[in-house]
């Protein structure tokens, strides 16, 4: 490939690497090598992150990262205090788009925690009552 104005544009080379190269890493690997071997050449010696991790392999999987994070998320909710999860709630259905009205204050509420509309007057249906529960 080659960059010219801040345009990239593929050549009859990188073409035929291209069907040469089936499988995306073989390329990216053949690609990276060639580009050492044209820093080196050009005195111009850059690291790349594949010579950083070249014989690592990753210390957790995409997923099992994943799993991780929605792990703590979900310990994290569990250990909130209750007013500051409700108040999260309600955080919630503003950012979905919602009109809260009313957040029940610490104390007793009567079983209804947050109210929200669909317009910022409450004017039309439908009126959203919520009551906040973690378990």
Not at 12 to 26: L, M
Not at 54 to 71: L, V
Request: overall charge negative; proline content about 7%; glycine content about 6%.
């Amino acid at each position: 490939m080659i960059k010219e104005k801040g345009i990239w544009t593929l050549t009859d080379e990188g073409i035929s690497a291209f069907h040469t190269y089936k499988k995306p890493e073989n390329f990216y690997r053949r690609a990276q090598k060639l580009y050492r071997e044209w820093r080196k050449a050009t005195k111009k010696p850059v690291k790349t992150v594949d010579e950083d991790i070249e014989d690592e392999s990753p210390a957790i999987t995409y997923e099992e990262a994943e799993e991780q994070a929605w792990g703590e998320i979900e310990n994290y909710l569990k250990e909130m205090p209750p007013y500051d999860f409700q108040n999260l709630v309600g955080a919630l259905l503003e950012a979905m788009g919602y009109h809260v009205s009313w957040i029940a204050p610490p104390g007793k509420d009567g079983g209804i925690d947050i109210v929200a509309w669909n317009d910022p007057l409450g004017t039309k249906p439908p009126r959203i009552k919520v009551q906040v529960k973690r378990e």
